[in-house]
């Protein structure tokens, strides 16, 4: 009689030459790491928290955030695309993603070949920022200010070609006003030099804001979409003051590129179920952020319409990377 142990040699050594892989332990069997490409405290931070605190219950495994700031997401996103395909290893990256082939030349990756795109998660205004005490009441006064000492107001952003950035060079561009850009490395340490006088100015998006003006350390001056904000309802848009102003900041998941298309799909409708609970949805209404949830090829078309849309506006600026 045949042992088993020599029938499984028999079947194991038959799979190899056939070229088909035994079955693999189901996803995850250990825990995930989630790059943040910026400092704690900041939209993609609390996005990525408050998401991951639910996937750590439903998948049975940590999820572990790992903040890498830096280069405005470039220290993470390279990170990300030296590490295995597997799911295990993936990326919140936020708008400035799609256009950082045009600040940094010399990118050491490939914006679309290094990237498997999972889901489009999240979408915010961003805010126009002052201190609670600051002189200026509305948009009006900023813009009135700025026309008649052009160069002199500083605005605070999360990082060259960032979101917030490109809120304040629209505002420059369609106002006709001259401000100055001033970086930070995330929207929180531009908040912190805002509450501390060093700038008076700062655009930043919901998540990282909410806490400042519930706070009352802060004031709203606009938001950057051309609707207003429900959870901020008493606050224009810039597009009441300067027609045509529009924009916004989104937030999606990506892994490494060479993602196997069925770990892609289990990840995208985890995340998707994750942010359609309502307690996510609830935390993200009260951070001033609209939940989405849309697909792989949903997030594709956002940062290839992105990548399209800015590109030519940071080139005629003439925006590069400190």
Do not use: C
């Amino acid at each position: 009689m045949v042992r088993w142990s020599v029938v499984a040699t028999v079947a194991a050594v038959m799979l190899a030459s056939t070229g088909v892989a035994p079955a693999q332990s189901a996803f995850p069997d250990r825990p995930v790491h989630i790059y943040v490409p910026y400092p704690a405290g900041g939209g993609v931070d609390i996005l990525t928290r408050t998401l991951g605190d639910v996937m750590s219950k439903q998948w049975r495994q940590p999820v572990v955030v790992d903040n890498r700031p830096g280069a405005g997401g470039v220290v993470a996103s390279q990170a990300l695309v030296q590490s295995p395909p597997d799911g295990y290893a993936l990326i919140m990256v936020a708008s400035g993603h799609a256009t950082n082939p045009f600040l940094y030349p010399k990118l050491p990756y490939d914006t679309f070949k290094d990237f498997t795109p999972i889901s489009l998660l999240a979408s915010s205004p961003n805010i126009l920022l002052v201190r609670a005490d600051s002189p200026f009441k509305n948009l009006a006064d900023v813009i009135a200010q700025a026309k008649a000492k052009p160069g002199t107001l500083a605005f605070g952003h999360a990082g060259t070609g960032t979101s917030t950035h490109l809120a304040g060079e629209l505002l420059m561009n369609l106002a006709r006003i001259e401000l100055q850009p001033i970086p930070y490395r995330g929207g929180a340490p531009a908040i912190n030099d805002l509450l501390g006088g060093q700038i008076p100015l700062s655009f930043n998006n919901g998540p990282e804001s909410v806490g400042q003006l519930q706070a009352n350390t802060v004031r709203a001056l606009a938001v950057t979409t051309a609707k207003r904000l429900p959870s901020l309802p008493d606050v224009p848009s810039i597009g009441e003051t300067v027609p045509g102003y529009d924009t916004e900041v989104w937030w999606g998941l990506l892994g490494p590129g060479g993602m196997a298309r069925d770990l892609v799909e289990k990840i995208s409708r985890d995340f998707v179920a994750a942010l359609n609970t309502d307690a996510v949805r609830d935390r993200l209404a009260t951070l001033g952020s609209i939940p989405i949830g849309g697909t792989p090829e949903e997030l594709d078309r956002k940062i290839r319409a992105d990548y399209d849309k800015w590109g030519p506006i940071i080139q005629a600026a003439g925006i590069k990377a400190e």
